[in-house]
């Protein structure tokens, strides 16, 4: 029985052997591509318009919230500078003014910051399936096999790098 097995792992060996030369001559044959996304993101200008946009539309906001922290910040003043000289109910009444205005910055701020990154994240899908359609493009062009980014890439040589194609396309549109 030893016997049997030894020649069947004998037989797999050798045509393992036989298959790697084949399997290596297809693998020269491929063409893989490169894209540097996080280049695309901070050159093509579709990205910048897509931050102007955003920075438009929340500019009122955020000066709004800017403004509630100054006003804040002036209460809190005022207390630390004029609280041991105020009476009892006068200053309960402006530590509550304190509070709620704090809770209420608070609240605008995460309502604010919870709104910008939904818009952000609606621009960046837009964006991202401009990139995926002009990179399927350059690669069914110039006959690529495989185009790989560089979230999971340790290395890519200039040769493969096909990210100034993709980002003359953007460029272009």
């Known amino acids: 029985m030893e016997v049997s097995k030894l020649k069947?792992?004998?037989n797999l060996?050798?045509?393992l052997a036989l298959t790697l030369p084949v399997s290596l001559a297809q693998a020269a044959d491929v063409k893989i591509g490169f894209v540097s996304i996080a280049k695309i993101l901070n050159s093509a200008p579709q990205a910048e318009?897509?931050?102007k946009r955003l920075e438009k539309e929340f500019a009122p906001r955020?000066?709004?919230l800017v403004e509630a922290q100054k006003s804040l910040r002036k209460l809190e003043e005022r207390l630390s500078k004029d609280g041991a000289v105020m009476g009892d109910s006068q200053r309960r009444s402006l530590e509550g003014d304190i509070r709620n205005q704090a809770r209420e910055l608070k609240r605008t701020s995460d309502e604010f910051r919870e709104d910008f990154n939904m818009r952000r994240n609606e621009e960046l899908g837009k964006f991202q399936k401009q990139v995926l359609d002009v990179?399927?493009?350059v690669a069914k062009e110039e006959g690529f096999d495989l185009v790989i980014n560089d979230g999971a890439t340790l290395y890519a040589s200039p040769q493969v790098d096909v990210t100034e194609k993709v980002l003359r396309?953007?460029?272009a549109k």
């Open 169 to 171: 396309r953007l460029t």
């Open 8 to 10: 069947l792992l004998n």
């Open 135 to 137: 990179v399927n493009s």
């Open 62 to 64: 955020q000066k709004g």
């Open 49 to 51: 318009a897509a931050s």
């Open 13 to 15: 060996l050798i045509a």
